[in-house]
């Protein structure tokens, strides 16, 4: 019995079947994400350095170019929702072409492929980390400046990584409500995880002090870390049909490391 079958004779309405691009889909969260869609029925083009049906590096501007060539031809130019997952957390420029500038192009140049959908929704993963510690002026680079400048500044900043997950999460606030995207009725969303036990986390945690100076920043009193899948269930909710009026939030799947860090400082 397929898992769509079992979802009827529970006598729960089967989703009908999206088709998903997500990028990062070869590892992680992607990957989990790309199983647990598929798994109920849906089509997904996986998008990654391997192991994808569009192979593309998203930190050059040629792989963005080849993101959106291959997934339009792939496609027939209608897709459901867009997941932009991709990430690393590697010193420098190249953190910031890929977490900022891979996952915004991914966005923004696959946004015409979702005009068709009946329930067009993208997201993108953000980090507890949007809430560390921040370079300003790679930040305000980033939002508003050029990649040149932006890449430049991030060759020598400090906490790149956090401040291209800021970026991201505020240019999805920034973007959400504007004609482009709420006009158009796509909900834009991103979730920030805390600890996920992928690849990503495994080789940071090879340098002990790396990992003591992680586990430290994110505080996971809710569980500690955990394993991809959850986080692969809050973005499917949030690119499902179901979604239909959330918009512009960064959501928390981190334990409880959010209201450690921050505290009463939001509300
Ligand atoms: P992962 O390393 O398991 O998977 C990342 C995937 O992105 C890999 O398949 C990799 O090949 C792909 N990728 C890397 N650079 C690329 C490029 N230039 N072009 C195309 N694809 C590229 O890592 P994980 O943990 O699944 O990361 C997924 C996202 O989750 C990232 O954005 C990361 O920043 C974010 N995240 C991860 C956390 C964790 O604890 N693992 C915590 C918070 C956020």
Redesign the pocket.
Known sequence: MTNMEAHSANGTRPAAPRLYVI????????LATRQLLESQGHRVIG????DAEVI????TPE?RTTLVEDVTELSGGRIDAVLA?????IAGPATAA??YY?AIATMDGLRPLLHESPAPRVAA?????SVHPFDQQLLDTLLDGTEEDALARAATAPQVYATT?RALSRWIRRHAVDAGWAGAGIPLNAV?????R????KRLFEDPETQRRIEAGSPMPLGGPYE?VAAAELLAWLTSETNGHMTGQTIFLDGGADVVLRGDSTW
């Open positions: 990028t990062g889909s070869a590892s992680g969260i992607g998008a990654d350095l391997h593309a590096d998203l930190s792989g997952v991709a990430g690393v957390d890929i977490n891979g993963v953000s980090s507890i980390t997950k920030a995880p805390g600890l996920v992928t690849e990503l986390l991809p």
